[in-house]
């Protein structure tokens, strides 16, 4: 059954810096391009409901065009077509892992804004009317009152954008960042052992995610309003669901 | 006649061209307690919100003792509806924080009290409203009748001018009714100054300086409790008391 699946290779490659390292890009990479998604989601969740026009076309502009082009593409354009339009691009600090981070987290704000607004969207109203009753600005009531209470909405379908988003950080192998993926195909290719070398990559994503998943059952029983909520143990299980 | 506190003049306000306050007038001296019915649509909620400055008004003056509030802009707005409380039939208690957050967060937020000092403050309140057990306890830990009376504590915390119900206890089941009315009460002998739209009407006779009846956007009726309820001058509120008695 077996025919040639030589363990000892799959070890040496599992424990081996490439790997580790581009373990460590691919999550690295994927904290902050969804940092920044969720920081600018939220501005264009805000600016969805606008009393400007302009803003509220702006915002539908931005979603249309990062939803409707393949990452892909958005990837190679930011790496190989910005420093061609924008000659400050042009320089040797646009690394690939800038380029990169700066077209997922483009992307990803275009997903996070509709996650970020229908969270906002599903605390009730007489929530903002009782902060505006006590003299509180609106400012103050999205930070005390709406934010925290939208979080628990918006946590869910987040754990899931993260598993996506670290995903598509293998694209970033054409733009020759030395991600995971990158590490997997060089070792595979070096003496064509591609079921080990790629086994060991299986392993690193699937342990980025089991932890990820812990995490995410950490931060829902933190924005659980309820003390009992707090004690309760979340049960994992209930949470791979939610992050399938 | 003593000083009046809040005041509404000749408001008028509509929503999608639907005018649902036209041209009401409505004052409350200090002390005074007034208890507005009306059937429901009549505007009454409309018009405690415009008196909150929740809304604006789209013509006429709301006063907030000699101060005409009703053309300031939304900043300045919100530091004076700091001198209002206000108090929802669904109580709108901030989910994510306890009963003790939710009293202090007006004192912190907008008073710009330290922490410390603003618990001391807000315990105080909640022992007044009979909830101290209660301060670490979320709203979805509390019952309606004590959501209510923690929603009662949080307005009167930042020690406002006057206090305004918007049917605060319709959302009540029955057994839980009284516990509520009781704080009221106790409000109203202490000497708050309040407005009320309710339909307990024993609550009424019993504590109202005067009674307002409301309908269709406009106010039409005001009386003492005993003549309110013994000689309703207008036939509209002799149906209506009819329907809800």
Known sequence: ?244 | MNDVILRAEDVHKSYDGLEVLRGVSIDVGRGEVKVIIGPSGSGKSTLLRCLALLEPVDSGSVYLEKERLSDLREKQLAAHRSEVGMVFQRFNLFQNMTALGNVMCGLVEVRGLKRREARERAREFLARVGLSDKAGSYPEELSGGQQQRVAIARALVMRPKAMLFDEPTSALDVELVREVLDVMEGLAREGMTMIVVSHELRFAHHVASSILMMDEGEMIEEAPPDRFFSAPSHERTKRFLALVE
């Open chain 1, 1 to 244: 059954m077996l025919a040639s699946f030589d363990t000892h290779i799959f070890w040496e490659a599992l424990t081996s810096r490439p790997y580790w390292h581009g373990a460590l890009l691919a999550l690295e990479l994927t904290l902050v391009s969804l940092a920044a998604a969720c920081v600018i989601g939220f501005f264009l969740a805000l600016g969805r409901s606008s009393r400007f026009r302009g803003v509220r076309s702006f915002v539908f502009f931005y979603s249309w065009i990062f939803r409707a082009t393949p990452t892909l593409l958005q990837l190679l354009f930011i790496w190989n077509g910005l420093p061609q339009i924008w000659s400050t691009f042009a320089n040797d600090w646009f690394k690939p892992f800038l380029a990169a981070f700066i077209a997922l987290s483009l992307n990803e704000a275009a997903y996070m804004s509709e996650i970020i607004r229908a969270g906002l969207l599903s605390v009730d109203p007489g929530q903002e009317l009782a902060g505006k009753a006590l003299g509180m600005t609106r400012p103050r009531i999205l930070r005390r009152v709406i934010v925290p209470q939208a979080i628990r909405i918006i946590i869910p379908p987040t754990g899931n954008e993260f598993i996506t988003l670290l995903k598509l950080t293998s694209l970033a192998y054409v733009i020759s960042l030395h991600e995971l993926l990158t590490a997997s195909q060089v070792r595979g290719a070096a003496d064509f052992h591609y079921a080990e070398a790629y086994s060991a990559a299986v392993i690193y994503y699937l342990v980025i995610v089991s932890v990820l998943m812990a995490i995410q059952a950490q931060l829902e029983r933190r924005f659980t309003w309820s003390s009992a909520g707090r004690r309760r143990r979340v049960p994992v299980v209930s949470v791979a669901h939610d992050a399938r």
